[in-house]
């Protein structure tokens, strides 16, 4: 028997051909469910299935949320990006590219690690739900402990990861539930004490998956008091106008690049990076860029690039060309947009939030929750589904759905008239009053 027969053996196939059948759905580990109150709901692809403009045209307004925000991003952007050669400069292989790529990576690390508040910033970790899981499996490693402790207020998507690494036997995870849109504080207490020392990590995102700022003061100090790490998930705008991370005291701060000048649609990979304590530096998953001196013989500046294999041909393996592309992308965004209008976007975003929600209670609606917010709510209505199909029809992109009505986010491009605008529609759908066509005439 060749090795291709014992291979297929162990397969349990009988040709070469059965390989590429395709796979039962009670064998797939990841599925989708109907519910969005089940943590196996993808996300992701229900968010690009709201976002993409093509029967509602380019100029739409969205309010979708649910970690996909319509912020603005500079016309410099686009123009750049429009260009053939953009995109080809990354595959420059001379000396001068890799100084410029790697210049771009570290300024990039810069701009995180002055937002995070943290010692050190790894960019180079795959987008999603990969540098939570990472995170939680440093925290594991470092403790010698197990059990990760995931609020229900998580995004689902990055507790799918997380439990991809449950399922391999590297973690146990635990979900504490939410109360009124925020971590059940005494269920949180409650996991620490039954769990005892065997918790590695509490993980929290902030805002929340529902756009509610948790009690984060608490969850740090109900975490340390049990010997037990903080992993906090963020987005970096909402951070210019919050409390960073390493303020509250959190230990380990993941994210992603997405929404500096990435698409809405989720088209392509995107950025991932962890934040952290220099007392974590040999534990990060994968690389580090750094600046360091060199000598003067060389050049005034240059960076290092630390792989954990140390292997001899790291000239060729730099890092992956949707690395770059993804590192300069964001960087060009902070580029062009400065410390301060980025926190003025964030209030802009807060501020069109606390209009909608205004406007939302005039016309008679209820919300899911009565916790304080940033830039998105839930809004209870009684069909989530048709109402959004009601306000494609009208060329406005609604909110994401979750099981009890429709999740809104609001930021600095939405102006007065069209929460407005969105706030006619849904009055107009859910009581019924008024008419469409009155808006028009």
């Not at 990841?30 to 089940?38: A, C």
């Amino acid at each position: 028997m060749d090795s291709s027969e014992e291979s297929l053996e162990k397969l349990g196939l009988s040709a070469f051909e059965e390989i590429f059948l395709d796979a039962p759905e009670e064998a797939l580990r990841l599925g989708v469910s109907n519910s969005t109150s089940d943590s196996g709901f993808d996300v992701s692809r229900r968010l690009r299935e709201l976002t993409d403009r093509s029967d509602v045209g380019a100029d739409a307004p969205i309010f979708v949320g649910a970690g996909c925000y319509d912020h603005y991003v500079p016309i410099a952007i686009e123009n750049m990006t429009n260009r053939a050669d953009f995109y080809s400069a990354f595959r420059a292989k001379r000396p001068e590219g890799a100084r410029t790529i790697l210049s771009a990576l570290v300024k990039y690390q810069e701009r995180v690690a002055i937002l995070t508040d943290a010692d050190l910033v790894d960019v180079s970790v795959y987008c999603g739900g990969s540098p939570l899981a990472r995170a939680c499996l440093l925290a594991s490693k470092t403790l010698d402990r197990k059990v990760v402790l995931i609020p229900e207020t998580l995004n689902s998507d990055q507790r799918q990861i997380v439990q991809i690494y449950a399922d391999a036997g590297l973690l146990e995870l635990r979900v504490v539930p939410e109360k009124n849109g925020l971590v059940d504080l005494a269920e949180l207490e409650r996991f620490l004490d039954e769990e005892g020392e065997r918790v590695a990590a509490v993980v929290v995102q902030y805002p929340n998956f529902y756009g509610n700022l948790e009690r984060v003061s608490q969850i740090v100090s109900l975490s340390q008091n049990a010997g037990a790490l903080v992993v906090m998930s963020v987005e970096l705008i909402s951070l210019s106008m919050l409390k960073s991370p390493g303020e509250w005291g959190a230990d380990l701060v993941v994210g992603d690049s997405l929404p500096h000048a990435s698409p809405l649609n989720f088209n392509r990979p995107r950025l991932g990076f962890i934040a952290t304590s220099k007392a974590f530096e040999r534990r990060l998953p994968r690389r580090l860029l750094r600046e360091v001196d060199a000598s003067s013989d060389v050049s005034e500046r240059s960076f290092l690039l630390r792989r954990e294999d140390n292997s001899d041909d790291w000239k060729s393996k730099l890092a992956p060309s949707r690395e770059i592309l993804d590192a300069t992308l964001a960087l060009m965004f902070f580029a062009f947009i400065s410390p301060e209008e980025l926190q003025q976007a964030a209030k802009a975003s807060h501020r069109a939030a606390k209009y909608a929600r205004d406007q939302l209670a005039k016309a008679g609606f209820q919300f899911c929750h009565d916790a304080p917010f940033l830039r998105e709510f839930a809004v209870k209505v009684d069909d989530p589904r048709g109402m959004n199909e009601y306000l494609r029809r009208w060329g406005v992109v609604g909110g994401f759905e979750i099981e009890s009505g429709l999740l809104f986010a609001f930021t600095e491009k939405h102006s007065p008239e069209e929460v407005d605008e969105l706030v006619f529609f849904m009055k107009t759908f859910q009581f019924g009053t008024g008419s469409g066509e009155d808006l028009t005439n």
